[in-house]
């Protein structure tokens, strides 16, 4: 783990990443935040004994070996993770959980098998309607429920990665060595590390993760009165400069990025006088269906004193990302347009 | 460094990449091929007093420091790299030079700024043809010749990063901290690591580095009456089997890779019969112009013993890479089409 992380909580630990690494559009393995729900493995999964199974409603339940994954079709996919948390610590009515800033995000390039392959390999039946994830997790025994997420079997079938590899290395112990379930453009809660049990079943899993959290809902309402968290929502965030930097009046570049889960980013507006006036940012870089976008904006600075840069992402149709998020009681998808205020010193 | 690097000269550092940490399209930092002329730099270069200068055939001659880079506009690139010499091992008649076999070659997404817009700052005159990046290199004094090499303003102006950054990290050291040259889709020849001096001319940079090595000549001929080493050649690999692999007969993905430097690779077909016949493999994973496109082709083997695996790019005109290379004394960019022959154990 990198000691540019973050720190939250340390036992389980949750980590995001420092804003300084947010310039690049691969996030490095050993800075890409973590989230857990249970104290860390003590030591790697060994592979001697380890299978990933499907179980279930299939028409045959199946166990890969590691090797075997390997050996299966390839796939190889850019995806963005995202905390269903992040930014929950920067909206103005505070909100349950852990303090996530910005930081609650990274992208890498995944390899794996598609999780489609595996279940056309089972047989789906009639009752495959939502697949259940269930990691070896909490080595301690001190958590009281298992950490198991299930999604619809359409996301299973059509974008769902079982990863094996995170930027071109075997994925990281903290990162769910040997696999974790990835459902592109999801957030990370749907992504569960140390992936070991596949049960395909008739309706949602219930249980704690799937109906007590992870869901938006507002007070007085239960959780299970909302909606599950699934995709990523519409967001753009300023990665240079950072809050309450101080700048010398030169012309710079405002860098960022855009993401919206599964529905693709089309351009970035910038404001530098705190909503007032937009124009568009050039989006750079790769263009990968799941990933996020990187953007720039070269500025120069038209007085000294304070300035309040924004930026907002909007799709294909013309939606966009709204100023304030919607509230909710656990603070989920916070996707409010953030503002930057740095101070010019001309001349200095 | 990685230790599964195979290393070929300890001192100058010569190490390629491991065919099995091939597998993926984003190539680690730590697993990326070195290529060196001199010994490494004893501790990184230090920020305090580093300059990158631009000057020569220029209206205006500049000196820009690490942070002042880091303000101009960013550009992101996914770009692999290929050392001239890769695959000189696998020549059925042997060239002079490094031994490399196919590890000489590597994918990452590179972060600085385009080498256009420095030399837009700057000013072209007329007079403004080539470009020479001359890094800081041979800390020793051994060395008597100074590595420099020069490009062309055409190239220099349309697509050459500056880069600072490697997979989302500060560029290693091994790899040309603070900065590197990198014409897009060129071999490493001409990606000038530690990077200091950027000297605009108005014709080709004369000196070893440009006129005796990096040169396609024949024998008989002085190097002067070949070309220079520039883009990469078009070719495919396979990375999975490798050869002389033993295998159990069941279904698996032969995987690959498939690369053209400026070219852009359209297609790739696989023999499992020695050239006989030729099956399209399916591209997949990230699409970018001057990275290589992974593919994949799931075989069953309809026989036990030996079988002749073969690999071969094509362009969106039809070009195809050759069966074999055309040689050349220093044995540059061979690209022709390799066999893996692998054995099948059925049932085993």
Partial sequence: ????????????????????SLRSWITPNAKFFNRNQSPMLTEPISLV??????????????????????????????????????????????????????????????????????????????????????????????????????????????????AYEMNGDPLPPEHGFPVRGLPLGWTGASCVKWLTRITVIDKPYAGHFMDAVYRVFQEGQRPTDGTVVTSIVMKAIITQPLPNEELDGRPMTILGFAYGGELPVAAVDVSVDGGERWTPAEMIGPNERYAWRQWRYVWTPDRPGDHRLMARASDSEGNRQPMKASWNVLGYGNNGVEEHVVTVHVGR
Avoid: Q
């Fill in 1 to 20: 783990m990198d000691r540019t992380l973050r720190i939250m909580t340390e036992d389980p630990l949750n980590a995001e990443t420092d804003p300084s």
């Fill in 49 to 162: 004994d380890w299978r990933l199974t499907i179980e279930g409603e299939v028409k045959e339940p199946l166990a890969f070996r590691y090797d075997e994954l390997l050996r299966l079709p390839k796939a190889t996919v850019a995806n963005t993770v995202e905390c269903s948390g992040n930014g929950r610590a920067l909206l103005s009515t505070k909100a349950r959980g852990n303090p996530w800033t910005v930081g609650g995000v990274g992208n890498a390039v995944w390899g794996g098998v598609w999780l489609g392959d595996l279940l056309r390999l089972a047989g789906p039946t009639e009752a495959s309607l939502h697949v259940a994830f269930e990691g070896i997790d909490d080595p301690s025994g001190r958590a009281t429920v298992k950490f198991i997420r299930s999604i619809p079997i359409e996301k299973a079938l059509s974008s769902t990665l079982i």
